[in-house]
């Protein structure tokens, strides 16, 4: 299993501000997801990147995979507070395609 | 959304006791794992199913078993539920298992609160 370390472990941010969360591992993915979990409820897909150097961009989430595909971010631009929740990156291994989480960041917008 | 029913949603029991917990998908998806997760571990996989009757163990598979007799349904069982077992349990399914395309993700139920006294 690879092992996916994210940061910070938690954030608090005013609303209007930007964020940013970090995934990283010592392994290769041969794709990295990015999912966001509200409390009482399993988490949701937002995206998923496949090639080194790639950015994807979800209305106000820019979200980049890593040139050597080890790691990866998600930046929030101007946040809301529905973007509070539980952020959660996946990694998919290059060798076995078994999905491995990150333990995530809980990301708060106070209004 | 995708048709992912699990059951219960909440439950408490003692230790030692058996515990069976229910995944439903009308998704007529191939996949379907178990998934636990913890503060500080995040997600972390304990069995998967890759067909009716087809079973393989995740990460963290001590002390579960699970069954798959139709594929629609997939049961995680706790033969004697012990203290360590206290976490929430999420069912998931996906297409396949490489989750290699952009357009394969997981689905995932709303969860199972599990507490073991």
């Known amino acids: 299993t690879q092992l996916l370390e994210q940061s910070p472990q938690f954030l608090s941010i005013q609303e209007g501000e930007n964020l940013t969360v970090y995934c990283n591992s010592s392994?290769?993915?041969?794709?990295l997801q990015w999912y966001r979990q509200e409390p009482g409820e399993g988490p949701v897909l937002l995206v998923t990147?496949?090639?080194?150097?790639e950015v994807k961009k979800l209305k106000r989430l820019t979200f980049q995979f890593g040139d050597a595909r080890k790691d990866s971010s998600l930046h929030i631009t101007a946040a809301q507070p529905g973007d509070t929740g539980l952020y959660l990156c996946?990694?998919?291994?290059?060798?076995?395609?078994?999905?491995?989480f990150g333990a995530g960041t809980t990301v708060t917008v106070r209004a | 959304d995708a048709g992912i029913t699990q059951s219960p949603r909440h439950k408490v029991t003692e230790t030692g006791t058996p515990v069976t917990l229910r995944c439903h998908q009308t998704e007529n998806h191939r996949y379907m794992y178990w998934y636990r997760q913890d503060p500080g571990h995040g997600l972390r996989l304990i069995h998967y199913s890759y067909g009716v009757k087809d079973t393989d163990k995740g990460e963290v598979s001590d002390g579960y078993s699970v069954s798959r007799s139709k594929t629609e349904d997939f049961l995680l069982t706790l033969e004697s539920a012990t203290s360590s077992q206290t976490s929430v349990y999420f069912c998931?399914?996906?297409?396949?298992?490489?989750?290699?395309?952009?357009?394969?993700?997981?689905?995932f139920g709303s969860g199972t609160q599990l507490s073991v006294l």
């Open positions: 990147v496949v090639t080194g150097g």
């Open positions: 998931a399914i996906s297409e396949s298992m490489g989750l290699v395309g952009t357009n394969e993700k997981l689905f």
């Open positions: 996946a990694g998919v291994g290059s060798n076995d395609y078994k999905l491995s």
């Open positions: 392994s290769v993915f041969s794709s």
